[in-house]
Each structure stands twice: as C-alpha cells, then as structure tokens.
C-alpha cells in the first residue's frame, strides 16, 4: 500500500501550463497510488481528473467505433479507456482512446 502522502492538482485549476521544472513524481509513484481517486501524471505532477461528462462519452464512443472500424480494415488496434500510456519517466496519461498502428501493438503490455 502507498502510504506516502500526495499531493494532487485538480485538473480544473490547472493553469495553460505546468512549471518549467518537473514535479516531485515519477513512473513508479504512480504505479503505487490507489486507482482511487482516478489520475494521471503530468511532467511528475499528480493531476486529479474527474469523471467526463454524457456528452464527452457519447463523443469518445462515437469515435471509437470510426476508429475500431479502421483498424478492422488497415490493421492495429483501438484501445478504450481507462489504459496507462508511459510517454516518459514522470508522465503518465490515460487517453479516451488509443490507436495502435500494426507495427506498435507489439509495444503494449499487459494485454488481458
């Protein structure tokens, strides 16, 4: 259990952009946090994101199945949220939906 407490910014007070500097987390403190509350790591900022609205929802469904449909057809695979995506050793991001091209889907991992 992570028992080291953290700080979070509410990715609704966020400011156009984050400091210069990286924050105070990395990949692994991620890794150890709770699912609960849901969040992401931005630049090694613990960054709390709440639960989309309807609109968004019907939006990334919509999309998903343009998407699924494409990757049926040119290979690849589109990926629905919630999936860690590493993009650097302080940030990890959980896109509403992922696409991976048929060269890439071998770099996914935990694949259930």
Same mark, same amino acid.
């Given at each position: 259990?992570?028992?080291? !407490?953290?700080?979070a910014i509410? !990715? @609704?007070e966020l400011p156009h952009s984050l400091p210069a500097e990286a924050g105070p987390y990395r990949?692994?403190?991620?890794? @150890?946090?709770p699912d609960d509350p849901r969040c992401e790591l931005?630049?090694?900022?613990?960054?709390?994101? @709440?639960?989309? #609205?309807? #609109?968004?929802?019907?939006?990334?469904?919509?999309?998903?199945?343009a998407l699924s449909r494409f990757t049926r057809t040119s290979g690849g695979r589109t990926i629905l949220s919630p999936t860690d995506v590493v993009l650097a050793d302080d940030t990890v991001v959980q896109p509403d939906v992922l696409l991976l091209r048929e060269?890439?889907?071998g770099?996914?991992?935990?694949w259930v």
């Open positions: 259990m992570y028992n080291r !407490s953290v700080h509410n !990715s @609704a990949v692994a403190d991620y890794f @150890a946090w931005w630049r090694g900022y613990r960054v709390l994101t @709440a639960a989309p #609205r309807v #609109r968004h929802q019907l939006i990334v469904g919509a999309l998903y199945i060269e890439n889907v770099r996914a991992v935990n």
